[in-house]
């Protein structure tokens, strides 16, 4: 595998460069790097099976539910403590634990600037930890960076291969730099799994967002991944395509292909089987989308009317509510005090044209009450901006 290639590849930057004329150096490069992990299959017709674990991988360490929900799970594909990663003396990621489960979809949320793209920069090798231990797919993460990159599928939120090669020649190009025998046929399968085979000669800067995302993830399937780190995957992208793109990583789970992926969409978050909230490089919250609304505490009340959006400053400044968020004409009003906020808003149970009704906290209601904890805890107008 050329790493250097990869690394270009992986750092999302677009092409401009030819990558025919690179090819010596991805040569000379490939022989840094042994074969991947798991080139025994990929060989000929029959690349690992995705999600089959390659004999000669280490097993990952059974344990208990990484993110809290509580079940016993057979294995974790990441299992990393107290990763930090400092600049200019400020962590930006500070001592996160993370464990997923292995075959399972752990959605990876927070503000901008939380430390999401850094942390998962880190799993896969790309950079240097300040401090932090664990395992990723049984393997060092620190020591066997390499070894993880050659299992690991990696998609960057700027979309990173060739505008000026066509869909084929763009994983083609990628499945060159993994070496993999029988790349032929590695392609072909990449282009079928996507659906990608009728666009195959065209060139990749001529496609919609949504066909470049199904490249993308292609080219991040073509060596057989036992791990997908996906960052925000789907940003900009119309909802049928994000549908697809959903149903297709839950296809890519259900054979046991572990994935982390990062996205700002509460509807994305959702579909996850498990999440973990980072916040000024802080894990703020972890669980399934249940256990995380709970623990949250957060009582809610809907307020519903034409003019609701008007009361959204008078309602901010009632004792007890601690955030008000609109959707569409409705607002939830949310606070942790249930009895000091049903009594502020008590208010405005006659007002004409406004209905007050309490309702469950959604995702969003408890994100945004987080990351305003957060604020007051961490934010001193510095750590974790964009
Ligand atoms: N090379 C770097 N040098 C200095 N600061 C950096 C560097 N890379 C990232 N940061 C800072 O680290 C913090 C976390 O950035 P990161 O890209 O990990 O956040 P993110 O959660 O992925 O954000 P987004 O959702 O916008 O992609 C930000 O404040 C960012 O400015």
Redesign the pocket.
């Known amino acids: 595998m050329g790493e250097p290639g990869l690394r270009r590849l992986w750092r999302g930057d677009s092409g401009t460069h030819h990558p025919h004329r690179q090819r010596p150096g991805i040569h000379a490069a490939g022989d840094l790097l042994q074969r991947p992990a798991c080139a025994a299959g990929v060989s000929g017709g029959g690349r690992a099976a995705p999600g089959r674990r390659c004999a000669a991988a280490p097993r990952p360490a059974a344990g208990r539910d990484p993110v809290g929900a509580g079940a016993e799970v057979n294995a974790l594909a990441i299992d990393v403590r107290g990763l930090t990663k400092r600049?200019?003396g400020r962590a930006?990621?500070d001592d996160v634990t993370l464990q997923v489960g292995q075959g399972r979809i752990c959605g990876f949320l927070?503000?901008?600037?939380?430390?999401?793209?850094?942390?998962i920069r880190m799993l896969c090798g790309l950079l240097r930890p300040d401090a932090g231990e664990g395992q990723c797919l049984g393997l060092d993460f620190r020591r066997e960076a390499a070894a993880i990159k050659r299992q690991v599928g990696y998609m960057t939120?700027k979309f990173g291969l060739y505008d000026d090669l066509s869909i084929r020649e763009n994983l083609d190009f990628v499945a060159r730099l993994f070496e993999l025998p029988g790349r032929r046929a590695a392609v072909d399968r990449a282009l079928e799994q996507l659906g990608l085979q009728a666009r195959q000669r065209q060139l990749a800067g001529t496609l919609s967002g949504g066909w470049k995302q199904r490249l993308a993830l292609a080219a991040c399937l073509i060596h057989g991944p036992r791990l997908l780190l996906l960052?925000?995957p789907t940003a900009g992208v119309d909802p049928k395509a994000r549908r697809d793109f959903w149903d297709q990583i839950h296809r890519l789970a259900a054979e046991g292909i572990t994935v982390l992926v990062?996205t700002?969409y509460m509807d994305e978050a959702a579909r996850c089987h498990d999440l973990v909230y980072?916040a000024y490089?802080k894990v703020l919250a972890r669980g399934n989308e249940r256990e995380i609304v709970d623990a949250a505490g957060l009582s809610v009340w809907a307020l519903e009317g034409s003019e609701a959006q008007d009361l959204s400053e008078r309602l901010r400044a009632l004792p007890g509510v601690q955030n008000v968020v609109a959707f569409g004409n409705t607002l939830h009003v949310a606070g942790r005090d249930a009895a000091l906020l049903a009594q502020s808003l008590g208010a405005f149970q006659g007002e004409s044209g406004v209905v007050l009704r309490e309702t469950r906290a959604n995702l969003e209601d408890v994100f945004i009450s987080l990351i305003d904890q957060a604020q007051d805890n961490f934010g001193n107008g510095q750590a974790?901006?964009?």
């Open positions: 600049y200019d930006v990621v927070g503000p901008n600037g939380s430390g999401k793209t850094t942390t939120q960052d925000e990062s700002h980072i490089g974790g901006q964009p």
